[in-house]
């Protein structure tokens, strides 16, 4: 059988500008753009008070419309975590983007070496054979790329562990013309979620300390780092002022979450929770307990359940009688133990555990003000994970 061409097949999207807020489809991603402008403002300023680049992470958003926001607010670029990531935000006039990641294969260093005739692109290496494969890609690709080494500050995921490790990897890539030595990354992702400020702060001394030791090692050895690159959300507080970063990288600040929202913040630093999910009552039978449209495939729950705020713009931050307790597929469940239970129909407002794959879960994003849709933002790079 032939395809059917029929309009009505194809799936509409959630939202038009000009829509009020009860008129959009739910689940959807609701941006409260009021909140979401401070959030940029905000960590804006604070680099260019410190005299620090601000390169925010792309991954929390995937959303080229934000970046461009961004950039147009003086960030240098945006960071990816993947290469194909980079595809969409390239395609909509990014054009210094840095890979965050190590990558190990000659397809994905085929990918990166092609994209960097386009951009200003940089990767991250912990080991001499990814050296090699770039140093391949790039050269048959007549391309030139900028290489990193990231050095593990912490975390225990990627980066080599010391200074001659670190040395012998510039080396390395000097060895090879169509790669550029650009700094180090050293980024503590272990950091960002330690409750208090006081265990932040000694986290992330700890990591300015070990990187101050390599950069003086590699000084030594008379090798300058043009960049050194790092920081997240939780940190970042720390790392502006650290004196040995000259680039943070934070995404989530942009939406905040759930697990972010359990931080205590400086005044300074608290961002404002700009992003939530719009769900709807879609059962009320049990009589003791209601069900929401929106489960494990509307919002990531590693970082816990959703909360619940009950109207846009509510930022006084009070929590709602109402529990999030469980998530099926595509059912959530909502107690309370005191007050009603909301009856069927009634929309609400959850606030995901974890900004960065719950948006991954979702095509557009709905920015709001007041009661009125104003824009839908495509998540153009949700699911680009190569
Ligand atoms: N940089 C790297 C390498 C990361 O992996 C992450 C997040 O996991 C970030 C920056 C941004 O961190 P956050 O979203 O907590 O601000
Ligand atoms: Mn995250």
Redesign the pocket.
Known sequence: RPPLHVPELVLPPAAQPGMTLAQVDTPSLLLDLDAFERNLDRMQAHAARAGVALRP?A??HKCPAIALAQVARGAVGV?C?KVSEALPFMRAGVSDIHV??EIAGPAKARMLATLARHARLSVCVDAAQQVAVLAEAASAAEARLTVLVEIDVGQRRCGVGDAEQALALVDCIDRHPSLRFGGLQA?H?GA?HRRTRDERREEARRAAEKTGKVLVRLQTAGVTCDVVTGG???SVEFDLASGVYTEV?????VFMDGDYGRNEWADAFRFEQSLYIDVEVMSVAAGDRVIVDAGLKSMAVDSGLPGIRHAPGDASGAASALRYVAANDEHGIIETDSGALPPLGTRLLLVPGHC?PTLNLYDEIIGFRGETVECVWAVAARGFSR
């Open positions: 992470h991954k929390a960071c975590q965050s990641n980024y992702g960002q997240g959300t939780g990288q934070p995404g989530s600040y960065d």
